[in-house]
T-cell receptor, first 112, second 114 residues
């Protein structure tokens, strides 16, 4: 069965650079969620989209932005990267109103 | 706001021992409850879930029962294996609204020794 796809799987950037993470949800899923998991931490919700509109917002820094496109894939754009942005970034998708989220494998971002 | 509390780790057990990882939650509505497992270097995998009070989720020998009266969803397994070594996250989500995010507990690291 198709799963959530994230790319890239690993990304290394330097401070003050920008990064774009991509998420391709399970086919026919219309809701996408982004989470950030720091080293040894639990995943923290960043932002979610339903039908290409932002549906909920968590602890997403102003330096980050995200959007969902017409094919339901989503991109997380991160600017002015800081060392503390080094983390595992998970994307999850769900079919609206069902509640269960399916997680992608994550993108590991390292900021040097 | 909603929150999830888990027992502190790490938990170290011998193979075939009984496992309990406590999870309690605070929520304004009637959330769905989940256990996710994260193996080293990997993403989050759904282990089991329960969507209403008294539901029991089970998978791969793990079980958890949704207890509304004690707001708990403790994870149990009768006989753990070395391959169960991972971090376990209890989580909740409030169904019914589109785009409802998960709230995760802090995670409990389990190490099973041969």
């Amino acid at each position: 069965a198709a799963g959530v796809i994230q790319s890239p799987r690993h990304l290394i950037k330097e401070k003050r650079e920008t990064a774009t993470l991509k998420c391709y949800p399970i086919p026919r899923h219309d809701t996408v969620y982004w989470y950030q998991q720091g080293p040894g931490q639990d995943p923290q919700f960043l932002i979610s989209f339903y039908e290409k509109m932002q549906s909920d917002k968590g602890s997403i820094p102003d330096r980050f932005s995200a959007q969902q496109f017409s094919d339901y894939h989503s991109e997380l754009n991160m600017s002015s990267l800081e060392l503390g942005d080094s983390a595992l970034y998970f994307c999850a998708s769900s079919a609206s109103g069902i509640g269960e989220q399916f997680f992608g494998p994550g993108t590991r971002l390292t900021v040097l | 706001g909603d929150s999830v509390t888990q027992m502190e780790g790490p938990v170290t057990l011998s193979e075939e021992a009984f496992l309990t990882i406590n999870c309690t939650y605070t929520a304004t509505g009637y959330p769905s409850l989940f256990w996710y497992v994260q193996y080293p270097g990997e993403g989050l995998q759904l282990l089991l879930k329960a969507t209403k009070a008294d539901d029991k989720g089970s998978n791969k020998g793990f079980e958890a029962t949704y207890r509304k009266e004690t707001t708990s969803f403790h994870l149990e397994k009768g006989s753990v294996q070395v391959s169960d070594s991972a971090v376990y996250f209890c989580a909740l989500s409030d169904p019914g609204d589109y785009g409802q995010n998960f709230v995760f507990g802090p995670g409990t690291r389990l190490s099973v020794l041969p």
